[in-house]
């Protein structure tokens, strides 16, 4: 296991027990769904929260938080959807992001809850140029 993967076990853990505490359910850790993972998955009571954890030792100019890209977004959105598609629940859902800074003095998180929506998302060709158009 490399420094890095460490780190984000660490990340994961704490982000754990916080959930635990703030009196999320939870039902799974590092859930696959094929290739794609999903760190956290918890319920409220009302709607399946999914959590996307992220955990650095320095910012370098990007935070945590900002290593959701469109990419990590579309493949948490379809294990989400492999997830409910085995549970058959109509309850709502949620994507979260916890970041996570491992500092000198200590740790530094910060939950964002409705950190992104599901989103359909096709390409469309137009005069030999790709045009992204995103349907909610």
Not at 4 to 13: A, D, N, P, R, W
Not at 30 to 39: A, P
Request: proline share 2%; hydrophobic share 40%.
């Amino acid at each position: 296991m490399t420094v890095q993967q460490e780190h984000g076990k660490i990340g994961e853990y704490l982000a754990l027990k916080w959930l635990s505490r703030q009196g999320y359910e939870i039902h799974a850790l590092n859930w696959r769904g094929g290739h794609q993972e999903i760190d956290i998955i918890a319920s409220d009571g009302r709607k399946w929260i999914f959590f996307e954890v992220k955990t650095k030792t320095f910012t370098n100019f990007l935070q945590p938080e900002n290593s959701v890209n469109f990419d990590k977004r579309k493949n948490l959105i379809k294990a989400a959807r492999k997830f409910l598609a085995k549970t058959n629940d109509d309850k709502q859902i949620r994507f979260d992001v916890i970041s996570i800074l491992l500092v000198p003095y200590g740790v530094q998180m910060t939950h964002f809850k409705d950190a992104f929506f599901p989103i359909q998302t096709t390409y469309v060709r137009r005069n030999s140029s790709r045009i992204l158009r995103h349907y909610i």
